[in-house]
Every structure is written in C-alpha cells, then in structure tokens.
C-alpha cells in the first residue's frame, strides 16, 4: 500500500494514531493504514470529556469486523472534546480517519511530547517497512 504523505496530518506516532496540534488543543485519530489494517469500524469505546489521558497509554478501543484494537494516546493532557458522532457512525473512522472520523481533543500538558512524533515521511517509510515484513 502506497501511502499519499500529502494526506497524513504533520505528526503520527508510530503505533499509528495522528495529532492535528492547532493552537492550545490537539486532535486525535488512528491513521488511514490503521483503519485499512482494522478492517470495517463497528464499535468505537471513548472516555468522557475531562479525563486526563498520558502519551502512550489506552485512552480507548476500536472494534471491527477483523479484531479490537486500543487506542493509544500519543501525548499526555486533559481530553476537552470527544466525537460523539462516532456512537452512531463508527465507520465515519473508515471513511474519513482525518476529518469526520477524529476520536479525541486534548489539551497538551507536556507539548514537548510532540517532538517525539513522526512526520508523514518517517511515518510512511515505518508503514512501508511493516508491509514488507507481512
């Protein structure tokens, strides 16, 4: 699979969620190649609004038809948003993984966490090199 690094947003880590940092908060989701892997979304588990997330730890799960799969939070903060339209449309997470289907919106508490993160062509080169090893 070829990855169109125009598409990616400017940092994803390498478990494969994304970060849009714009001004004080940064939204989240899982990749395109994350949601290719994941297979059809038909159950998507949240944490409410106010809950502080760490980087790196589970902040959630998603269920498709191939397997469930926790979600990984790539920066630390508190979670001031969250896409509830993703209750009734899970599959919004297939069809739009970079706009209608983000997950969370946080608040960074460690913003230094994001130059940890990798650009779109680390990011596709670590995406490359995982399907040469399947």
Known sequence: MLLNSLLLPNLISPLHEWVKHEGPVATIGITDHAQDHLGEVVFVDLPETGVSVSGGSSFGAVESVK????????????????????????????????????????????????????????????????????
Do not use: F, Q, R
Not at 81 to 107: A, C, D, F, Q, R
């Open 67 to 134: 397997a469930s799969s926790d979600i990984n939070s790539p920066i630390s903060g508190e979670i001031v948003e969250v896409n509830s339209s993703l209750k009734g449309k899970p599959g919004l997470i297939n069809t739009s993984p970079y706009e209608e289907g983000w997950m969370i919106k946080v608040k960074p508490s460690n913003p230094s966490e994001l130059e940890s993160l990798l650009g779109p062509k680390e990011y596709t080169k670590l995406c490359d090199e995982e399907n040469a090893a399947h």
